[in-house]
């Protein structure tokens, strides 16, 4: 994130590095003039090889990684900020705090990618990248699913039942 300080919305057409933060999202491509945070924040993450949320609402990263309280935060966590109405809001990575202020290092803070100062107050979630070793293993085939088990053990159940069933009429009725 660090190597793009300094990166400006054009005054006139759009500046190709800010379209690429949507590509890098996985978000689809716009104008510059849409807010471009959680694009920024999607591009940096991916480029670290971690998945963002794909989406170009700040707010969506409320539920991202893993929570993290404002007194724990590292450079590098993500910070969701309120903004306006409830589904609105702003996303950066955490650079530091000091006293009512956190410094967040994001994209379109004035159109541009740098470190700015905000009220903690704003602060909704911070929120940490999850190591991959702390998820679960991941299911190698359709068998090690439990949901599959569990289907096929109430398939089972049922025509196994229907079996007794069938097994109970005559002849005829079970033509």
Not at 52 to 63: C, I, N, P
Not at 155 to 168: H, I, T, Y
């Amino acid at each position: 994130a660090k190597a793009d300080e300094g990166v400006w919305e054009w005054a006139e057409g759009d500046n190709p590095r800010v379209l690429a933060y949507y590509k890098e999202a996985g978000a689809p491509q716009t104008r510059d003039e849409v807010p471009w945070c959680a694009a920024f924040v999607g591009a940096v993450l991916a480029r670290c090889g971690v998945q963002g949320t794909g989406s170009l609402l700040a707010r969506s990263y409320e539920s991202w990684g893993r929570s993290v309280r404002l007194e724990e935060a590292r450079p590098g966590d993500v910070v969701v900020l309120s903004r306006g109405q409830p589904w609105q809001g702003h996303v950066a990575f955490f650079d530091s705090a000091e006293g009512d202020i956190v410094r967040l290092l994001g994209g379109n803070q004035g159109d541009q990618v740098n470190i700015r100062a905000y009220p903690k107050s704003r602060v909704v979630a911070v929120r940490r990248a999850v190591d991959p070793r702390e998820l679960p293993a991941r299911r190698r085939s359709a068998t090690e699913s439990t949901t599959v088990q569990a289907t096929t053990v109430q398939v089972a159940a049922a025509a196994g039942g229907a079996f007794e069933a069938l097994r109970s009429l005559d002849g005829t009725a079970q033509v």
